[in-house]
């Protein structure tokens, strides 16, 4: 079983940054996909980035060039940095994990951008 914890989520206003962090439990994260996603009210949830390894990652097109992911496998965690935040990337953020044909998922972090 992997628990994942999200923290850094709060308010900012649009062009500012934030970077999330995601703690997993475990011995598993070194061997998992990690990613982040995110989800609003009355759509469904959408990735943001993910991170194979530490050279290979996806982003959605959204997010590209504004946003970094990022892991410490020594210290079980995965980075969100997110740059040049605009309205639009307001949403509850979640923290993924995949082992094995399994999926984690954290209890999620708001991310609200003001204009």
């Known amino acids: 079983q992997v628990q994942l914890v999200e923290s850094g989520g709060g308010l900012v206003q649009a062009g500012g940054s934030l970077r999330l962090s995601c703690v997993a439990s475990g011995s598993i994260f070194s061997r998992s996909v990690m990613g982040w996603y995110r989800q609003v009210p009355g759509k469904q949830r959408e990735l943001v980035a993910r991170?194979?390894?530490?050279?290979?990652?996806t982003y959605a097109d959204s997010v590209k060039g504004r946003f970094t992911i990022s892991r410490d496998n020594a210290k079980n965690t995965v980075f969100l940095q997110m740059n040049d935040l605009k309205s639009e990337d307001t949403a509850v953020y979640y923290c993924?994990?995949?082992?094995?044909?399994?999926?984690?998922w954290g209890q999620g972090t708001q991310v609200t951008v003001s204009s």
């Open positions: 993924n994990a995949e082992h094995l044909g399994a999926r984690y």
């Open positions: 991170i194979v390894t530490l050279t290979l990652t």
